[in-house]
């Protein structure tokens, strides 16, 4: 049996490392908006959509020619915001089907985020570590936790 386990906690950050978080949640904005951008394109065109996995492919592709930048960043944000972008698609086309079948929901296609809306988010995956008072990250390295 498997146990997940989760934890909120807010991070002490000097700048440099506020820039790097500023840098992640940039890079997952713009592959999610990207990646929302290139299922409409597909969808218009009468393609078919692509999941994650084909996105993610394709903007491995982009990274050695034009995204560059997206080196600076965990290869997990960009996966993760894509992961979400399908859930979304997900959500809203089960939200359509309930709609459909009489039932009283709001149904609302996926938006492109914003940079104005918040500070941004994004997600890691791979190898965390979490000690007494920091937590180790990739591509950001030992991060003091606030308790």
């Known amino acids: 049996m498997n146990v997940l386990q989760a934890y909120k906690t807010e991070l002490v950050l000097n700048n440099t490392q506020r820039t790097n978080c500023a840098r992640h949640a940039g890079a ?34 982009l990274k050695v020619t034009e995204l560059s930048w997206m080196y600076a960043v965990s290869k997990c944000a960009p996966q993760e915001a894509l992961r979400d972008l399908d859930k979304t698609f997900a959500h809203f086309f089960r939200r359509v089907k309930e709609k459909k079948a009489g039932k009283k929901v709001k149904v609302g296609f996926p938006h492109f985020k914003s940079k104005k809306n918040g500070l941004g988010s994004f997600r890691l995956t791979s190898a965390i570590h979490i000690f007494e008072k920091a937590i180790q990250l990739p591509r950001l390295g030992v991060l003091r936790l606030k308790e």
Do not use: C, F, M
């Not at 597909?42 to 903007?59: F, T």
């Open 28 to 61: 997952a904005r713009y592959t999610y908006n990207w990646g929302l951008a290139r299922k409409v394109e597909a969808r218009q065109a009468g393609e078919p959509v692509p999941s994650a996995i084909d996105l993610h492919r394709e903007l491995n592709l």
